[in-house]
């Protein structure tokens, strides 16, 4: 079927702000990721989620940051009082199992604090 | 700490002809991923290869090859018969293979082609 959905595709939000981020991921895919990607550079690890658990939220920088998996499928990002360095292209990809399987990645969502 | 480094910024090639992108990482795994990724303007990251550490065989798929040095830590891609639409942003990544699965990036190369 479809790929990773992300929405919204552009988000623009002033400093002090809370924002959420959507992702949507391939059907039957237990694995989910979120990696953010700041201009210029590669993408950097967030948090990872086997089923509804985060795995490994080693890579979320600070604690305005959080994620979540409800019910095994959609993820949520959300980040709490925005600051300037927030933005980024935040990327979320899903996979069949963790490891050895491809990532299939969405479009991004690009976040621009102002 | 794993790290991947890309040190070309930039790579420019004429169409059809062949370019190689560089990629060295740094692990004390002993298996481990390795990928590319093309990454153009839409944003969506494409894997375009895929190695296994502990095969010696180097990766194919059609244009796309690498060259798998495990001693040296390097791991080049070569594009064969470049074509415009090969233009993009390319990212070499690491995997390991305990249990977070994530991926480490280098910084990036971007691939112009020359009609």
Redesign the interface.
């Known amino acids: 079927g479809a790929g990773v959905s992300q929405t919204p595709s552009n988000k623009v939000t002033e400093k002090g702000k809370y924002v959420e981020l959507r992702c949507d991921p391939i059907s039957g895919h237990t694995?989910l990721?979120w990696?953010r990607q700041s201009l210029?550079?590669?993408?950097?690890?967030l948090i990872?989620f086997q089923g509804t658990g985060a795995?490994?939220d080693?890579?979320l920088p600070n604690d305005r940051f959080f994620a979540v998996r409800p019910e095994g499928s959609v993820s949520t990002l959300k980040i709490q009082r925005t600051e300037r360095g927030d933005s980024a292209?935040y990327?979320c990809?899903s996979s069949k199992t963790?490891?050895?399987s491809?990532?299939h990645?969405?479009?991004?969502t690009?976040l621009t604090v102002t | 700490a794993q790290t991947v480094t890309q040190s070309q910024p930039e790579m420019s090639v004429q169409e059809a002809e062949t370019v190689t992108l560089s990629c060295t990482y740094d692990t004390s795994e002993s298996d481990y991923y390795l990928f590319w990724y093309k990454q153009p303007p839409s944003r969506q990251m494409i894997l375009v290869i895929r190695q296994e550490a502990y095969k010696q065989q180097n990766a194919t798929e059609n244009r796309f090859s690498v060259n798998f040095q495990k001693a040296a830590k390097s791991f080049s891609l070569k594009i064969s018969d470049s074509q415009l639409g090969d233009a993009a942003m390319y990212f070499c990544a690491q995997e390991g293979t305990g249990s977070n699965y994530q991926l480490i990036w280098g910084a990036g190369t971007k691939l112009i082609i020359k009609p």
């Open positions: 694995a990721y990696y210029g550079q590669g993408p950097e690890f990872y795995a490994d080693s890579g292209v990327l990809a963790p490891g050895s491809p990532l990645f969405g479009n991004g690009r």
